[in-house]
């Protein structure tokens, strides 16, 4: 018991650590763009007494004839309703299913985190479905807290399954088993200072590393003092992305054995290379060593997503984010009280590594069930509701009519053609509008066309997760070469792969 105590503890904690480095959270919780950016509610402490998790789940309990079911459901944003917030959505969508079955009552609680949920699990209680991030299920599912769905998908309509963006039900399943079911679909995208671009040479956006190695170059600029005026890039602001790095490097993180890792080594010690190369270009070109730029970062992070944001301000000529970020730049470089109406910004992938494939980086938030819900059947009638395509349409209006991007072709479709129209429409500045038009048929381009990579999911993700963005760290500060990084990733990495074995995802449709 003590031994389980312990773990749930670190798991809660990786629960925090992990869910922007994992996902690419949001610069701006207080507007949430895109539904992967959640509020995050005080963390309560660990339960005295979890439940063992080798206690099987609660078998099937039938409802008696006349029996109303409740079911709840918790979702991880605040319960403001105002401005199309998602706990409207989820409020509306109850309503219409309460109202069109009598055996089920829904109940949407919101403001409930991931700590929440697995607290509640692990007391034995409610919520009967819950949002989690994608890369807890392997944790969750080994210690008995998921219900495995793997039947009901099975059993799914053909048009509910294969409405789903194939990349994402990737994120679902874990060693051949479906524990989740998508709900949002996120990925990290470059935010491009176009007019500092073209005053310096630059009249398209870097096509590969290589390229983008020297436009970085090229956009940096000293004061008269010798001084920090604008960087190209930081390579770790907001964050090292360990989700999105390892995609445009076309890094394979588990060999095809299901065991090694990673599959290349040099591919992976590549990576950090070229980002050690970035720091070493401004110190070798401007004098500015490591700590200089890590100064430089101190200053301009706390500016993100507002009106001194450091790509609006030109103190950066580029930077990766969420695409949550889209709507805010949207908004701020149209409105008059900003004095940023000669700003030109757009966004684009990430450039790939030079001579590999193009790849964009995969996250998003899901839904679970707890193992230990009363009523599974009703329950999963219940997410399947909450899941379908049509659901998604409603939903993806999203807040202050900015769009939100959920993991269904259809939605996707929708944001790109009519609905984004809408939307579009529906700002009071023109301006504004074609901007967020814009922004809604490129990310949808991206999410429907490119091929999006996410971490493995392995029973040992968070570890593996943990490790790189520890070792990374070490590598930026000079403190172990690339390859030390690597072999420290290894060795810490290796024994849980060889205790665990990893069974890829397949996709097919229905």
Aim: aromatic content about 10%.
């Amino acid at each position: 018991m003590k031994k389980m105590k312990k773990l749930f503890a670190v798991v809660l904690a990786l629960c925090m650590v992990l869910a922007l480095a994992a996902c690419g959270g949001s610069d701006n919780p207080d507007t949430p763009d895109t539904p992967n950016t959640p509020s995050t509610p005080n963390t309560p402490s660990t339960p005295e007494t979890p439940n063992n998790p080798e206690t099987p789940s609660t078998p099937e309990t039938p409802a008696d004839p006349g029996e109303v079911v409740e079911v709840t459901v918790w979702h991880q944003f605040g319960e403001t309703t105002e401005n199309g917030a998602p706990h409207y959505y989820y409020t509306k969508w109850a309503e219409e299913f309460n109202a069109t079955h009598s055996n089920i009552h829904v109940t949407v609680t919101g403001a409930k985190s991931a700590t929440d949920a697995q607290t509640a699990i692990a007391g034995g209680s409610t919520p009967d479905i819950f949002m989690n991030q994608w890369n807890n299920a392997p944790t969750w599912a080994n210690e008995g807290g998921l219900l495995d769905l793997t039947p009901y998908y099975d059993a799914a309509p053909a048009e509910w399954f294969n409405d789903f963006v194939p990349s994402v039900l990737a994120l679902c399943n874990f060693n051949g088993k479906y524990y989740s079911v998508p709900n949002s679909i996120t990925t990290t995208v470059m935010f491009y200072r176009d007019d500092i671009l073209a005053e310096c040479g630059w009249d398209h956006h870097p096509a590969n590393t290589d390229e983008l190695l020297q436009c970085i170059k090229d956009c940096t600029k000293a004061d008269e003092n010798g001084d920090i005026a604008r960087l190209g890039l930081l390579p770790n602001m907001p964050w090292f992305d360990t989700v999105m790095m390892p995609a445009v490097f076309n890094t394979q993180w588990i060999a095809d054995d299901g065991v090694t890792v990673p599959a290349d080594k040099e591919a992976v010690a590549y990576m950090f290379e070229w980002i050690q190369s970035v720091y070493k270009l401004y110190e070798d070109e401007f004098g500015w060593d490591y700590l200089t730029v890590q100064d430089f970062a101190s200053t301009v992070s706390g500016n993100r997503a507002s009106a001194s944001d450091p790509v609006l301000t030109g103190e950066l000529a580029m930077r990766w984010n969420s695409e949550g970020l889209a709507g805010t730049f949207a908004k701020l470089v149209n409105d008059p009280a900003n004095n940023l109406s000669n700003v030109q910004w757009s966004m684009g992938l990430f450039p790939n590594v030079t001579g590999g494939t193009e790849m964009a980086m995969l996250g998003g938030n899901v839904w679970e069930v707890n193992a230990r819900t009363e009523h599974p059947d009703e329950t999963w009638e219940v997410l399947q509701s909450l899941t379908s395509p049509e659901t998604a349409v409603e939903f993806a209006l999203g807040e202050n009519n900015n769009g939100s991007f959920y993991a269904h072709k259809q939605a996707l479709a929708a944001l790109a053609g009519d609905l984004g129209d809408q939307i579009a429409a529906a700002k009071e500045n023109p301006d504004e509008g074609a901007q967020v038009k814009k922004n809604l048929e490129f990310l949808c381009d991206v999410f429907a066309n490119v091929p999006l990579q996410s971490f493995p999911t392995c029973a040992y993700v968070n570890e593996y997760i943990n490790a790189l963005g520890t070792y990374s760290g070490e590598v930026f500060a000079g403190n172990m070469t690339p390859m030390e990084a690597v072999e420290a990733i290894v060795a810490d990495i290796q024994p849980l792969a060889n205790e665990n074995p990893y069974i890829p995802f397949s996709y097919q449709a229905k």
